[in-house]
């Protein structure tokens, strides 16, 4: 870590969202890696109804969304037990993000049950200090999904994927629980040291407040 990072108010819990293959995870083992924080990712292979319902979205919705929540709300209460002794964190998803995916997918039923389900479970989830939204047209999600060769992956549709990047931009235009990075993740390289990369790093350190915009490509937003 550089003097200038050491020197800056960091955020101690930073959390990445955006839709599917954005590069939230990516992203999240390269800021753990500058900040030397902990990481604390989603573990969707775990997950034994995705596949079914990335082949069939109207079966087994309610399943797939139930099983990611109460694994999410798992991941919220470990890093809230961990936090006294390993204070930093950066995590590759919000837990509000589970309610978008829902009303998303399920029938007005199943939403009716899993809401009542979700206002039980999550009325203590930590706020981050800090929150990253990976921004990209649904052609460059398709083309990072299919790169990445995830067997399940291969029967997301262009009009799901669509569905989910409108569901995420209306969240996120009145979103205000924690200061914002709107990040255009189209045609930017946060892999590598690159100056796309460093210019994300430089507006973590600058202690964010409100609503904050990273665009290198402006012709996106």
Known sequence: MDLAIKDSPLPKFIAIEGPIGVG??????????????DVFLEQ?????FLGKFYMNQNQSALPTQLFFLFQRIQQIEDLKQQSLFEPVRVADFLIEKDRLFAEVTLSPEELELYNKVYDHLTFDSPTPDLVIYLQAPVEIL???????????????TSEYLERINEAYSKFFLDYDDAPLLIVNASDINLEDESNDYNLLMDSIVSNPKGKNFINPQPSIF
């Open 142 to 156: 398709l083309d990072r999904i299919n790169k990445r060769g995830n067997p399940e992956e291969r029967f997301l």
């Open 44 to 48: 969707p292979s775990e997950n034994p």
């Open 24 to 37: 939230k995870t990516t992203l999240a083992h390269k800021l753990a890696k500058s900040f030397n924080y």
